[in-house]
């Protein structure tokens, strides 16, 4: 079968039919998914129910898998982060981030499945940082290229919400003792399109390097506010066995927290990206 593709938005995202993640992936299908992952930054696979295992199995065809450091997983499966939101255990994602823009190496990708939802509510929004930065003037741009800014995993993980909780304690102090706060490129170039896009998020970036904290909160804050602007994202209602497969090297999302006191539950696989330049 050849997979059908069909836009979401102008500038982000294409819902693909034709491929079964339960099955072995063929040649063709994995060229096909990587050229519209490269094309659509976010693909949106539904009716895909599969098990954490074949999921597993489905993502490494694109890489090398990541185990979060901090954020639970499944026990037999560590490859597979285990999402599962309810009063008990509540949300930290519902804000924009690029996943673990802490590491040295942040991930390549993403591949999200949707195990359970709401009754209503518990959407994901997605923004590209590569219409973002298409939509800079010319001399934004030019400042902003060669600049630096720090990310800092404690600034989505703070002490006060994990590393007081004697189930994730261990896992957190080591976490923070491994990555201490990095720098990366404001303007990320794409390792295979070579496209240029914003490189800094919310979720974990502190500051822009080599200049003050009032001007750097400043230009943060302006970059920030610009890459979410609505024609730049793209909104995904789920339904069970939903599958969202998007390029974290180019884009950032929000997880809306709307749906509590009910429980909404996703695993991630997560695919080891390249250090960015």
């Known amino acids: 079968m050849t997979l059908t593709l069909t836009k979401i938005t102008p500038a982000i995202g294409a819902t693909v039919a034709g491929v079964d993640f339960s099955r072995e992936l063929s040649k063709e299908h994995k060229q096909a998914i990587e050229q519209a992952l490269l094309e659509h930054e976010i693909l949106i696979f539904r009716h895909q129910e599969i098990t954490p295992h074949q999921q597993v199995n489905f993502a490494a065809n694109f890489g090398k898998l990541h185990i979060h450091p901090i954020y639970p997983v499944l026990p037999d499966l560590p490859e597979i982060m285990n999402i599962d939101t309810h009063e008990n255990f509540l949300p930290d994602n519902d804000n924009w981030h690029t996943d673990v823009t802490f590491s040295t190496t942040p991930p390549r990708a993403g591949i999200l499945a949707a195990k359970r939802l709401p009754s209503a509510g518990g959407d994901t929004l997605w923004a590209s940082n590569t219409a973002a930065y298409d939509a800079l003037s010319d001399s934004l741009k030019r400042s902003l290229e060669g600049l630096t800014a720090t990310h800092d995993v404690t600034k989505s993980f703070p002490k006060d919400r994990w590393g007081t909780d004697d189930a994730f304690k261990e896992r957190y102090d080591a976490a923070v003792k491994k ?35 009032k001007e750097s909160d400043s230009l943060l804050g302006f970059l920030f506010a610009h890459s979410i602007r609505p024609e730049f994202t793209l909104r995904w209602q789920w339904q069970v066995n939903d599958i969202a497969f998007w390029d974290n090297q180019v884009t950032q999302h929000y997880a809306v927290a709307d749906y509590l006191p009910e429980r909404r539950t996703m695993h991630r696989a997560t695919i080891v990206g390249d250090v960015p330049f």
Do not use: C, M, W, Y
């Not at 706060?181 to 390097?209: M, Q, Y």
């Open 179 to 213: 990555h201490p706060p990095i720098s990366h490129p404001v303007i990320r170039t794409h390792p295979v399109s070579g496209k240029k896009s914003l490189f800094v998020n919310e979720g974990f970036t502190t500051h822009i390097d080599g200049i003050g904290q």
